[in-house]
């Protein structure tokens, strides 16, 4: 294993929303991704999810009240709570999710990735 530099792996992608890998940590992946916009309401049946914003600032909707993460700061989505991240600009983010986990949780549509790419 390597040191991982977050800027340097930011900055070899600029798809939004299309976690990578960058880690693994047991059995959950370190992904990066872009957010910009937003991405739907989603829930994770099973497992929680973890965000960490590195860079902007990013908004997660929860059904009961609305969560700001600047950067630094993280928040875990408990696993069955239904969230909607949205960015208004561009936000680097890093999160932590199982390997069995889909990135849009209960949601499969044309955004849902059945495979990460590693970088």
């Known amino acids: 294993m390597e040191k991982v530099n977050l800027h340097e792996k930011f900055a070899l992608f600029h798809q ?9 940590y047991n059995d959950s992946y370190v992904l990066l991704a872009k957010f910009n916009g937003e991405l739907f309401w989603h ?10 914003v590195i860079k902007g600032k990013l908004l997660l909707k929860l059904r009961d ?10 928040f875990i989505v408990p696993q069955g709570v239904e969230h909607l991240p949205i960015a208004e ?19 499969v549509n044309e ?5 990460y790419e590693r970088i």
């Not at 939004?16 to 693994?24: A, F, L, R």
């Not at 009240?65 to 993280?74: A, N, Q, T, Y």
């Not at 936000?91 to 209960?106: I, M």
């Open 111 to 115: 955004r849902t990735l059945t495979t």
């Open 43 to 52: 829930q994770h049946e099973a497992e929680d999810e973890f965000f960490l």
């Open 65 to 74: 009240r609305d969560i700001w993460l600047e950067e630094g700061e993280f």
């Open 16 to 24: 939004y929303w299309t976690p990578k890998i960058v880690g693994e």
């Open 89 to 107: 600009e561009e936000v680097q983010v890093l999160v932590l999710d199982l390997k069995s986990a889909k990135h849009t949780g209960n949601v």
